[in-house]
């Protein structure tokens, strides 16, 4: 095999990976649709509890009706007044995760899990198990349809990039090939806005420069890609490329975490501080016992609040000494809000943690006392038996509705 590598400043591309791209069809939508028959066929979305939870996924029967993940429910009950929406029970959708991933486990050893419903495969080295890598997507595709009951699209590239933008192309149950002198006859036409991290803001700044598809994007002069993006350009150049040297990172191996956050949209727009306070403190305790579940700690809170009208705004604050307590994350996103002096009714919060390290063990100079370190693990250890919050500050004692 040819690895990529970098002779001087010239990049060479490997073109000769076979990278599989496997998504589960409206994943949770579909785990409803097994369990109760009486959803088969309907238009059904999975959401949260709150009255004004969103949309998490929606069936092929929903995307009819233009519903799509993150819609207000609200909004996707107007559309469809059929609509069946089901509560989502992460623990069914985590078994049939669990279900995919070890059929998937059978075709290559090298499989990045990038998330709950997808996979990339490294097929690269196994093509002498298949005849061809349609026939080994072919007999996954089966698989999973007869023992899990589910659908799932496979996109096959050079590539993760365009392994995955082939995957969604064929959706639903799909599969969509694309070799890789191909790549540049499988861009041309396909929108930006089907590229990884671009949002409505960038397709809307690449429309300005005249750029509308992926082809467009590779053909434009990665100079004012650069000019324009700052760093991100040259990155949008290979994009527009297809190139993407980026290994499949198998499980074990991945880069430590950038951040973590945790986000929640009210029951209600709310101007209430004690209200918000309370969020504040309960979305604190999740980002900080991930933190100390995961043996991080954080030094900056980012805010996150999203008003009535859907403006969103991002605010955040270092911190002088390693966040790894829910309390001192809360202390510092109660400080970010009062900064904020904006007092409009909001609908949605977010507090991130990012700027992680590795925990350590060294003590700072103003280090806690023991005592304070091992409370929280007494009660970490209490909340893992027993469940989230079963153990917490007493103004959380009535959880938010
Ligand atoms: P996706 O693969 O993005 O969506 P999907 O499987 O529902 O539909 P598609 O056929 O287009 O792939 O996400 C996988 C699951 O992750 C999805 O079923 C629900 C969950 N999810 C959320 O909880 N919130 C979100 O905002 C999104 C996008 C997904
Ligand atoms: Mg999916």
């Given at each position: 095999?040819?690895?990529?590598?970098?002779?001087?400043?010239?990049?060479?591309?490997?073109?000769?990976?076979?990278?599989?791209?496997?998504?589960?069809?409206?994943?949770?939508?579909?785990?409803?649709?097994?369990?109760?028959?009486?959803?088969?066929?309907?238009?059904?979305?999975?959401?949260?509890?709150?009255?004004?939870?969103?949309?998490?996924?929606?069936?092929?029967?929903?995307?009819?009706?233009?519903?799509?993940a993150n819609m207000p429910i609200g909004e996707a009950r107007r559309?469809?007044?059929?609509?069946?929406?089901?509560?989502?029970?992460?623990?069914?959708?985590?078994?049939?995760?669990?279900?995919?991933?070890?059929?998937?486990?059978?075709?290559?050893?090298?499989?990045?899990?990038?998330?709950?419903?997808?996979?990339?495969?490294?097929?690269?080295?196994?093509?002498?198990?298949?005849?061809?890598?349609?026939?080994?997507?072919?007999?996954?595709?089966?698989?999973?349809?007869?023992?899990?009951?589910?659908?799932?699209?496979?996109?096959?590239?050079?590539?993760?990039?365009?392994?995955?933008?082939?995957?969604?192309?064929?959706?639903?149950?799909?599969?969509?090939?694309?070799?890789?002198?191909?790549?540049?006859?499988?861009?041309?036409?396909?929108?930006?806005?089907?590229?990884?991290?671009?949002?409505?803001?960038?397709?809307?700044?690449?429309?300005?420069?005249?750029?509308?598809?992926?082809?467009?994007?590779?053909?434009?002069?990665?100079?004012?890609?650069?000019?324009?993006?700052?760093?991100?350009?040259?990155?949008?150049?290979?994009?527009?490329?297809?190139?993407?040297?980026?290994?499949?990172?198998?499980?074990?191996?991945?880069?430590?975490?950038?951040?973590?956050?945790?986000?929640?949209?009210?029951?209600?727009?709310?101007?209430?501080?004690?209200?918000?306070?309370?969020?504040?403190?309960?979305?604190s305790e999740q980002v900080g016992r991930r933190l100390r579940r995961?043996?991080?700690?954080?030094?900056?809170?980012?805010?996150?609040?999203?008003?009535?009208?859907?403006?969103?705004?991002?605010?955040?604050?270092?911190?002088?000494?390693?966040?790894?307590?829910?309390?001192?994350?809360?202390?510092?996103?109660?400080?970010?809000?009062?900064?904020?002096?904006?007092?409009?009714?909001?609908?949605?919060?977010?507090?991130?943690?990012?700027?992680?390290?590795?925990?350590?063990?060294?003590?700072?100079?103003?280090?806690?006392?023991?005592?304070?370190?091992?409370?929280?693990?007494?009660?970490?250890?209490?909340?893992?038996?027993?469940?989230?919050?079963?153990?917490?500050?007493?103004?959380?004692?009535?959880?938010?509705?």
């Amino acid at each position: 095999m040819k690895d990529s590598s970098v002779l001087g400043d010239v990049k060479v591309r490997d073109e000769s990976r076979v990278i599989l791209h496997v998504d589960m069809d409206a994943f949770f939508a579909s785990v409803e649709q097994r369990r109760d028959e009486k959803l088969r066929g309907r238009p059904v979305v999975v959401c949260g509890k709150f009255p004004r939870t969103v949309v998490a996924s929606a069936s092929y029967e929903a995307r009819v009706f233009g519903i799509h993940a993150n819609m207000p429910i609200g909004e996707a009950r107007r559309r469809c007044p059929e609509l069946r929406c089901v509560e989502g029970d992460l623990g069914r959708y985590i078994t049939a995760s669990l279900g995919v991933m070890g059929i998937l486990r059978e075709y290559s050893p090298h499989i990045e899990v990038a998330s709950i419903d997808e996979a990339f495969l490294d097929m690269t080295h196994c093509r002498l198990l298949f005849p061809s890598p349609r026939v080994a997507a072919e007999s996954i595709k089966n698989r999973i349809f007869h023992e899990l009951g589910l659908t799932c699209s496979v996109g096959i590239g050079p590539n993760k990039l365009v392994a995955k933008l082939a995957s969604s192309q064929g959706k639903p149950d799909g599969l969509v090939i694309v070799s890789a002198p191909g790549v540049s006859h499988f861009l041309n036409n396909l929108p930006i806005g089907r590229l990884w991290g671009i949002g409505p803001k960038r397709e809307e700044a690449l429309r300005f420069l005249g750029v509308q598809s992926c082809g467009d994007l590779g053909r434009i002069p990665v100079d004012l890609l650069k000019e324009r993006f700052g760093p991100l350009g040259e990155r949008l150049h290979c994009m527009g490329l297809g190139i993407d040297e980026d290994p499949v990172i198998p499980l074990g191996h991945e880069p430590d975490p950038k951040s973590f956050g945790h986000f929640v949209t009210l029951p209600e727009d709310t101007d209430d501080s004690r209200i918000i306070m309370g969020f504040l403190l309960r979305l604190s305790e999740q980002v900080g016992r991930r933190l100390r579940r995961n043996c991080f700690q954080g030094g900056r809170v980012v805010l996150t609040v999203r008003f009535s009208d859907f403006s969103t705004v991002t605010r955040q604050k270092v911190a002088y000494e390693p966040l790894t307590s829910g309390k001192d994350i809360y202390r510092l996103a109660l400080r970010i809000w009062d900064s904020m002096g904006d007092r409009r009714p909001i609908r949605l919060l977010g507090v991130t943690v990012s700027k992680l390290k590795r925990a350590s063990n060294q003590l700072s100079l103003f280090a806690r006392p023991n005592k304070v370190v091992a409370l929280w693990e007494a009660v970490d250890r209490v909340n893992d038996t027993y469940g989230d919050f079963t153990l917490t500050w007493g103004t959380l004692h009535q959880p938010p509705r």
